[in-house]
């Protein structure tokens, strides 16, 4: 029965990487490039903070994320962090391992060619967390897809770096640098 309510829980937002996919828009262009940000510390009010690295472009207004950050095109897409912050009922009793559980079995209804590259345990600021890599692809060509979940006080946090096929090596390590920074609060 928990089982069943985590999923109608988790599934009342969008999975995690389909969030990640930041197409550019087909709208007409801004008369100038958006502003990118000097190196920052960003903190939520949800009980986060990440450190990004000059570059990066805040996206404002971003759907079912609590922040996001682009990055310059690479082919027909951005390099894009996100993280998604979600609430699960206390009552619900969930653990890491259910989200888990439950994430890789949507994982191929959301990811097209899905193809995971490996999975890890990590600390998040002394949490356990779990560290995904997969590729497959995404609104525009071929993408892999960094994530780490962690789940602390009934709170799911996931921070997701989607880079796609022929980003240089050093703005790879930058949107990893992204992830390995979350701190919990």
Known sequence: MNRV???LALLATPLFPALAQTAPTTA???????????AITATSTKGYSIRV?????????APNVDVAFINKTVGALRPTVTVVVQDIPADLKATLADIRDLNERKMPEVVTKLKFLGEKNVKVSGVPGILWSYSGDGEGGAVRWTQVFTLKNNRLFTATLMLPSGTPADLAEQGRA????????
Request: charged residues 15%.
């Open 28 to 38: 007409a262009p801004a008369p100038t490039e958006p502003r990118t940000i000097e």
């Open 178 to 185: 992204i992830l390995t920074s979350m701190t919990l609060k």
């Open 5 to 7: 309510l985590l999923s």
């Open 53 to 61: 690295p000059s570059g990066w472009t805040p996206l404002k207004n």
